[in-house]
């Protein structure tokens, strides 16, 4: 939207592609009015010592959406770089934990609600196993080793 040859509204990005083209994931940009306003804002952003990399240096509104948020996100892996991408599903991504976290996503809540508690509880276990002195350890490693052969040794005759 704006004036022909100079649009000032960007409405209705994809997170992606507005963060190859203006460095935010955002789905809306909005561009000041007029220069009155352009000058307003760059004062202000001047007193506040804000820095060039400031969004508001180049507009007055950002709708911010993170590609993850996105709901076209993940379901189609669109990298062209590995050959002509016509919307087909390409495939893992090359980086195994993206991988991963992908797939994760893609489950329902309760699985991913399911797998966040086991996550936390582990990593609670090992930071209290972390925690624990040496000679604790030992104990508890014994103590384990020892219920082990007594429930594998022969009972009988």
């Not at 980086?95 to 797998?115: E, T």
Request: proline share 8%; net charge negative; with cysteine.
């Amino acid at each position: 939207m704006g004036e022909p040859g100079n649009p000032s509204i960007y409405s209705n990005f994809c997170p992606e592609v507005a963060f190859e083209r203006f460095g935010l994931f955002a789905l809306n940009f909005a561009g000041y009015a007029d220069e009155i306003d352009l000058g307003l804002a760059h004062d202000r952003l001047g007193r506040m010592k804000a820095p060039a990399t400031d969004w508001r240096w180049a507009w007055s509104s950002v709708a911010p959406m993170h590609y993850t948020e996105c709901p076209l996100y993940s379901p189609l892996d669109l990298d062209a770089s590995r050959g002509g991408s016509k919307g087909d599903d390409q495939g893992a991504p090359g980086d195994v934990p993206q991988a991963v976290l992908r797939a994760i996503w893609n489950w329902s809540p309760f699985w991913r609600n399911m797998a966040l508690t086991i996550f936390i509880v582990l990593a609670l276990a090992f930071a209290v196993w972390v925690s624990l002195p040496d000679r604790t350890k030992e104990r508890l490693l014994n103590a384990l080793s020892n219920e082990t052969v007594q429930q594998t040794k022969p009972t009988g005759k």
